[in-house]
């Protein structure tokens, strides 16, 4: 028999209670009695509980689980699962505010197989003025992939822009629940803050079905990332390091899926934006970190792609005389670029009279 619910969304958070109360209202306002919110507050601090309280007397369909003390985004995000009693999980973010009418979206998705849905979505700042489309597959139209057809699987990898098609972000990501628990946690990956991707790799060999949603049905606040409370190059690290170990381990360091993870995190951080960090760094022990970022980044590049691998680790008054060299460089080849095209496209003689 079919539980009372069809989907649940699933919210870990910690101290977002100035932001939650905007993220339930976005789901609330277009939600039935088949809806279920599930709320796991990892020991907040501020008046989570309260707020919490509020809106379950106008929406009596959550579940608030609070722990005793702090476990950490990935040991929540695993519970919020357990605790659902949907068909379907829609992981969410307790900053994130979802599209009107996306609850009637995935609805009539289920009615496809698959047991991932992945979406697209508004980039935001701080205060939920929307900036621009994110990126994740070069797909305009809504597809299916089937990672047990090569072809299928292999469309996917190269059709991959960033790490979020490889399930990085949390609120773009909806699960067919019972998929999901047939795999035990991913415990070796507790603690990483990748465990949604972990669970999904290790879902992939009993057969990985991932539907794509080129449209926006949510929108991400940006400006808000908890992961930065140990410093950029810190959550640097934890991305071009952290994340490639989790597709090495499920698919092997020279697989095609390691080798696009790879690829997509240097789309995401290109070399100058990686100089850049490093010319502002600050503290002597930051440092041994952004080399080894340097060196995961461009390990397993092309021949130019490790030679930025190798350049991003000079000593840094040599990284900011090749940066000067650079900019120069560009000005006088934007110059010439004018005077060739001057003389290429000479004027057009007015006519007299």
């Known amino acids: 028999m079919p539980g009372p619910y069809d989907l649940s969304f699933c919210i870990p958070t910690y101290n977002f209670a100035d932001f939650l109360p905007q993220t339930l209202e976005s789901i609330v306002s277009q939600a039935d009695d088949r809806v279920q919110i599930v709320i796991v507050d990892g020991a907040s601090t501020d008046n989570t509980p309260e707020v919490v309280e509020q809106w379950r007397q106008r929406f009596p369909h959550i579940k608030y689980i609070r722990r005793t003390a702090r476990c950490g985004v990935d040991p929540d995000i695993l519970e919020s699962v357990k605790q659902a009693d949907g068909e379907y999980c829609w992981l969410f973010s307790a900053d994130d505010i979802l599209a009107p009418h996306a609850i009637a979206l995935i609805r009539e998705e289920t009615r496809l197989p698959w047991n991932v849905w992945l979406t697209n979505f508004a980039l935001c700042d701080r205060d939920m003025r929307r900036i621009e489309r994110h990126r994740i597959l070069a797909v305009e139209e809504p597809t299916s992939f089937d990672w047990n057809l090569p072809e299928q699987r292999g469309a996917y990898l190269e059709l991959a822009q960033t790490t979020t098609a490889f399930f990085s972000f949390i609120s773009g990501i909806v699960v067919r629940r019972a998929d999901w628990m047939s795999v035990p946690d991913q415990s070796e990956f507790i603690g990483s803050c990748w465990i949604i991707a972990a669970q999904i790799f290790a879902l992939a060999p009993r057969g990985l079905v991932v539907r794509y949603h080129p449209g ?28 490639r170990r989790v597709a090495s381990h499920y698919f092997g360091p020279h697989s095609p899926e390691a080798r696009s993870v790879s690829r997509v995190l240097r789309n995401e951080f290109s070399p100058w934006f990686l100089a850049q960090q490093r010319m502002r760094l ?31 680790q000079m000593p840094l008054p040599v990284l900011k005389a090749l940066r000067q060299l650079h900019t120069w460089w560009r000005g006088i080849r934007s110059a010439l670029r004018r005077v060739v095209g001057g003389k290429a496209h000479p004027e057009t003689p007015v006519p007299s009279g």
Request: net charge positive; hydrophobic share 30%.
């Open 282 to 312: 600050s503290t002597p022990s930051d440092i041994p970190v952004f080399h080894r970022i340097a060196r995961n980044q461009y390990s397993d590049g092309n021949p130019r792609e490790r030679c930025w691998g190798w350049l991003l």
């Open 216 to 243: 926006e049905a949510l929108s991400k606040r940006g400006d808000n990332d908890s992961f930065l409370t140990q410093g950029l190059i810190r959550r640097l690290d934890l991305s071009v390091t952290g994340f």
